[in-house]
């Protein structure tokens, strides 16, 4: 029998499994460890650089998720081809992903949730 939060634990176990992958690369230029950081509630997932890149400090988040009010908000995505395809691919509908790093009045040209 599903329960209510079955997309929502879906939603956190593939948020995870995606952002692992991505915290798994080598990093290719310095001493640099890519963390995945999930909050205790597991509502929010970081993924985040940090260490050295020759004499430069190297510290910043990579990907800012959160589930909220049944949907996946994306924050911010600095991976290349951004995250939304693959949680697409793993089942996420489309309607309830919102781009939170586009103004409001664009996310509904985007083809995802507004909000």
């Given at each position: ?16 499994k995606i ?54 908000w994306i ?23 919102v781009l ?16």
């Open positions: 029998m599903a329960t209510a939060n079955q997309p929502v634990d879906q939603w956190r176990e593939t948020l995870e952002l692992q992958y991505y915290a798994n690369l080598p990093y290719t230029y310095g001493d640099v460890i890519t963390y995945l950081v999930v909050s205790r509630d597991r509502n929010h997932f970081m993924l985040i650089h940090e260490g050295w890149e020759n004499h430069l400090r190297v510290h910043g988040t990579v990907v800012h998720a959160e589930i909220r009010n049944d949907k996946i924050h911010y995505d600095g991976i290349e081809d951004g995250i939304t395809d693959e949680l697409v691919a793993a089942g996420v509908p489309k309607d309830c992903i939170a790093f586009h103004p409001p009045e664009v996310r509904e040209y985007t083809g995802y949730a507004r909000a």
